[in-house]
């Protein structure tokens, strides 16, 4: 496909629907994160370091910094030369947003499968074909992106085709998640007694279909050859919504951590009260990734819900 040039009747238009889409993921974006906040404070805030709590920090934030710099471009930019450096940076930041969502849930669906050693080569696989291919691609974009001016703003323009390749193969990524994660459900979630797994299960497949979802959206109207320069007008909400889900399904597991840790530091403070302290033992935690033991995840052995933890604690 060649790359869209569009007339000026059209960039008015398009810079106009660009405008508004970025602005409205944008109070999307700042409405979500007003109304997380408090849980990001009590729950995220509190949690040792670890490659979850750096995934989500990066989901969250990242989202912010590429969508004010695009709006920036569009608006206030001064220059080409300035747009095109801004643009590189907005989408490097899209890239590791992008790649840090697709990575909480990836890991997530491992922990649903008891880091089972096949899931975890597959997902594993795709993650790092994912990594390779957002670098190249990321840098192949910045390097043929074009500016052009309007009298109300800047419109970046890219090949609609390299364009479909990434999202092509963000489908395929998202679907093997997808798979995974509904054919893990279909066999536990009648099981389940506990409040937040249904959660972390019906979150993970609403995720998943969302993303695929928006993903063909995407391709299809990129396909559209009428559509011009609106090929693209997709894009940012994806992000967004890629940002928000990613955020609600970690805030849930970082949540179910803060319960956990909780109940672990009340039953060792326990043993300390009752134990002298050569007979002292330790409690293994999880500090890294997977939040929880996977048997938790697994729905086997816990089953007791949040709402009885805060009732504990």
Known sequence: MAQDIPNLSQMFSLTFVDNCVLLAGI???????????NEEITYAWSCPWSLGL???YLNRYLAFIDQFILLYIK??????????????????????GLLSSQIIISLRTCGMWGRRRWVMVVLGTVLSIAVIFAICITI????????EATPIGYVTLQSPTLILLVFVFVVMVESTIGALTVIRAYHFLKQASSVWVRQLYSS????????????????LLICILSVGGFRTVLISPTRVVHS???NRVML????QRYYVLRQLQNENAEARSTTSPGFLTTVGLDWEWDTVQSR????????????ERNCIG
Do not use: P
Request: glycine share 4%; net charge negative.
């Open 296 to 307: 938790a995840v697994e729905l086997h052995e816990r089953t007791v819900d949040i709402e």
């Open 54 to 56: 750096v995934l989500f």
């Open 140 to 147: 192949y974009q910045i390097k043929t992106v074009t500016i």
């Open 75 to 96: 608006i206030w930019a001064a220059s080409s030369e300035a747009c095109i450096r801004l643009y590189g940076v907005a989408l490097a930041a899209i890239a590791v």
């Open 252 to 255: 849930l597991i970082l949540q």
């Open 244 to 246: 928000i889900f990613g």
């Open 27 to 37: 109070t999307t974006l700042t409405c979500d994160y007003l109304s997380t906040l």
């Open 204 to 219: 993970g497949i609403l995720y998943c279909l969302c993303m695929v979802s928006l993903s063909v959206a995407n391709i």
